[in-house]
Every structure is written in C-alpha cells, then in structure tokens.
C-alpha cells in the first residue's frame, strides 16, 4: 500500500478530497517504469479534472481517482524493456504523467519511459516537480511560430501571464531562442518579483490590471504572441502583425480541435466549443488577419529531455510560488490555491512529498 491523494467517491471540491491508502502500482509490463516521488506540484488542468470540468472530455472515470500529473522522484524498478533502453533503478527522473496513469501526488507514480526524462542536475525534486507540465507545453507551443523556436530570434513576443507556471517558462525560452524583446502582462502585487526574477530576460512589464495590454501595446508591432492567461483574447489580436501567429495554451479550443485530438468528446460538446471559437478566438482572429491556434500539450520524455537539458544550461530556471507539505491539510490547501487565483507570489504551487 502507498499513502495518495485522491478523489475517494466522485468529484467535487479539495475539502472532500483525502490523503490515504490506495494500492501501491506494481510493475507489469515490459516498458513499465515506478517512481518513487519526491515531489509533485499542481496545476490548473488537476483541478479542472477533480472538480468535473472536464468529464466531458475526458474518459469516464472509476473512483477512487488519484491526482496530479507532475512528479520528480527516483525510479525503483524498471520493466526489461526499460531497462534495455538505458533506465535503472537509482535514476532521477521527471515526468509529466499520461491522464491514465495520473497520480503524482502519491508516494510512488507507475508510467512507462516513453514519458520520463533525466532530472536536470541542478535542481532538486521540488524545483523540478515545478516544470514538467507548463515547461513542455510551453516548448512545443513556441515551435508553432513560422520557422520553429529559432525563428523567435530578433523577434517582438508577447507572454501573457509572465508570473504563472506556463508565462515564467515562457518569457525565458523565448529570450533563450533570441527574441530582440519580450513583453508580458504581470499583476501589481507580483510585479517587484517579476523585476527581480526577468532581469534581462523581459523587456516590457505591463501591469493588465491598470493598463490593458491592447491599450499598451502599438497596433501590428507583434511578430508573436504566446498566450498562457486565457481569458477574452481577441483585443490583442490586432497586435499582431497580418499573417503571424498568436497561440494560446489556455483560451478554449474550438470543438474541431479538441474533437481531432480527443475522438470521444460528445458531438453537443464539440457544437458549443466550435460557437465559442467562432464569435470568441478563430472568428475575431480570421477578422484580424491573425493565424490563431489553440495548442495542447502532448506529453514526452523527449521534450521533456530538451527541457532539462536547457536547465541544465541555465536558460530555464523554475520560478516556485507555494510549498506545501504531504498531510491531507497541506494537499487541501495546495488544491484550494491552484483551484482559486493561483500561488500568492507567482510561480507553481508544488507539494514535497518525501521530507
């Protein structure tokens, strides 16, 4: 047995979810890879899934229903075909879990190797529990600019949401890939830290919630926007140069594309997301002149791998808002921030589960 934290009868909010005993996953098959976790952090995508947001989308569910898609930890038994391909007992890895083999937030994560990579050696397994998830989506969302990510040199980006988990991975990668400058919107309550964190890496602070960013920003003077924030983005679309790109991680996809990545989702569901995108982000960015695209993340070990190696490298540097402890209390509190406005100084809200 292994003590989780879990969804012990159906959905709802973090106070009905426990921190228990649920059976500890055992490796079956050859490619099969258990963790041992150290940490793991939260998203907004977790709560999203533990509140039934996305039942709808998702496959059907059996509970109890483990949480948490991001862990750093120490592998501890590895299948035949793991092992002939380079992984060993002993290994410090990081992995973005599969939704069918969520359950970060546990003493040990069952997955196979196509979905870990190396830990970077300079961080520790709370840093690194921090960027799995907001770090790869960020790389593979960056690389849908015309060109790839080294088309971002001498480039004009905007982030938005500099100071959350997917924005602080953002603002630098694209200043590693060589953009000329970087913008992004920060809160005034976040802003001194930002300054302190992006010196020399973002050029442009705006403050959206005094000044928005269509105010701030001249009109055409953006080769590319990465949206992390969501919320209404058609106002920064005529920031945009005809014909560049503009991609969100976090608005909502229309039901086409939601529907081509996930065959399941309902007809009626996909009829509302298309009604959304047509009025909300594809219609006012074809109105535009804007290539507009909602990416989701397609989890890897191989991104992953890229990743750690720009750590490693110094390029990347996790930006940690909250740090809770692995009791029933510290989970509750970390799922009731991430479910509310996010950690209080910016930055991911992660959970140490080993002391």
């Not at 490298?313 to 209390?329: M, N, R, S, Y």
Request: proline share 6%; charged share 20%.
């Amino acid at each position: 047995m292994m003590r989780s934290f879990f969804l012990p009868t159906g959905y709802g909010r973090p106070s009905t979810y426990k921190l228990g005993e649920l059976p500890k996953p055992a490796v079956s098959n050859p490619d099969d890879v258990l963790i041992k976790v150290h940490a793991a952090s939260l998203n907004p995508i977790d709560m999203r899934y533990a509140e039934g947001t996305m039942k709808y989308i998702l496959p059907a569910q059996e509970f109890p229903s483990k949480l948490g898609y991001d862990a750093s930890g120490v592998i501890e038994e590895v299948g035949a075909d793991a092992a002939n391909g380079g992984w060993k007992a002993g290994d410090e890895v990081f992995v973005r879990l599969p939704h069918e083999h969520r359950g970060s937030l546990s003493e040990y994560a069952l997955t196979t190797s196509y979905y870990i990579a190396k830990k970077p050696s300079n961080l520790s397994h709370v840093e690194a529990a921090s960027l799995p998830l907001v770090s790869t989506t960020v790389f593979q969302a960056l690389d849908k600019i015309e060109g790839g990510r080294a088309a971002l040199k001498d480039k004009r980006v905007l982030v938005t949401g500099g100071m959350g988990g997917a924005g602080s991975v953002g603002v630098q990668l694209a200043k590693a890939y060589g953009a000329k400058e970087v913008l992004t919107t920060v809160s005034a309550s976040k802003m001194a830290r930002a300054k302190q964190l992006f010196d020399g890496i973002v050029d442009t602070f705006i403050d959206y919630k005094t000044t928005p960013p269509a105010t701030a920003i001249e009109p055409r003077s953006l080769d590319f926007v990465l949206d992390t924030a969501g919320g209404s983005v058609a106002p920064l679309f005529p920031l945009v140069k005809t014909d560049h790109r503009f991609i969100s991680i976090a608005a909502m996809p229309s039901g086409d594309s939601l529907r081509a990545q996930t065959p399941s989702t309902p007809w009626y569901i996909v009829a509302a997301l298309n009604l959304n995108a047509r009025f909300r982000t594809d219609g006012p960015a074809k109105s535009a002149g804007v290539q507009y695209e909602y990416h989701r993340l397609q989890p890897n070990g191989k991104d992953l791998g890229e990743v750690s190696r720009l750590v490693e490298e110094g390029k990347i540097k996790p930006v940690l808002g909250d740090v809770f402890a692995f009791t029933e209390e510290g989970c509750r509190d970390a799922a009731e921030l991430v479910m509310g406005n996010g950690s209080r100084n910016g930055g991911k809200v992660v959970i140490k589960v080993v002391d």
